[in-house]
């Protein structure tokens, strides 16, 4: 179980973003050397910081009420629960796709929503997340691609990245 003593090594975690007025009745627990303050808490930790992501030996990652943009100063809330240990060699990572947002993200299999959905490195995690985008964002994967039906292509295709290890060029020429 993680705590205060602990949270800030090699996690994984998901924070919520939080309402400025969730601090108005805490007391500073700890100031990073990069300005993140953090907030202690029994169920869990509040974070105040511009900076989201790979923080230290930790992935961080803020889930936004709204529009996010890096070095705007936010409020995140996860509890001690939500913390899962993180390494660069362990498969602990899975991949998801908002189809609405056209978004993808990765998640920790220790979460309540892991399905047994493929499990990657962290290495191949980026590296996947990297194609999926191509996927997402352009249209020039298919460029030597004869497809009749390209958004239904593409949906397969962008689910056989999530949910499978084939190669990228091995997906695509399936497709032929």
């Not at 790979?54 to 913390?83: H, M, V």
């Not at 947002?101 to 997340?129: G, L, S, W």
Request: positive net charge.
């Amino acid at each position: 179980m993680y705590n205060r003593n602990n949270f800030h090594k090699h996690t994984f975690c998901l924070f919520q973003q939080v309402d400025n007025s969730e601090l108005s009745n805490l007391k500073l627990s700890y100031k990073s050397n990069s300005g993140s303050e953090y907030y202690f808490t029994e169920v869990g930790v509040f974070r105040k910081s511009n900076h989201w992501g790979r923080a230290a030996n930790c992935r961080w990652r803020l889930i936004p009420n709204s529009e996010y943009k890096n070095q705007k100063e936010i409020i995140g809330f996860a509890n001690w629960t939500d913390f899962y240990p993180n390494n660069e060699t362990e498969k602990l990572f899975y991949i998801e796709i908002d189809w609405d947002k056209e978004e993808v993200h990765f998640n920790h299999k220790n979460n309540p929503n892991y399905n047994n959905q493929v499990v990657r490195n962290a290495a191949d995690t980026a590296k996947r997340i990297k194609e999926i985008k191509e996927v997402l964002q352009s249209n020039s994967w298919a460029k030597y691609l004869n497809l009749d039906d390209f958004e239904a292509k593409k949906r397969k295709i962008l689910s056989d990245l999530m949910n499978t290890t084939e190669t990228f060029v091995n997906l695509k020429s399936k497709l032929k």
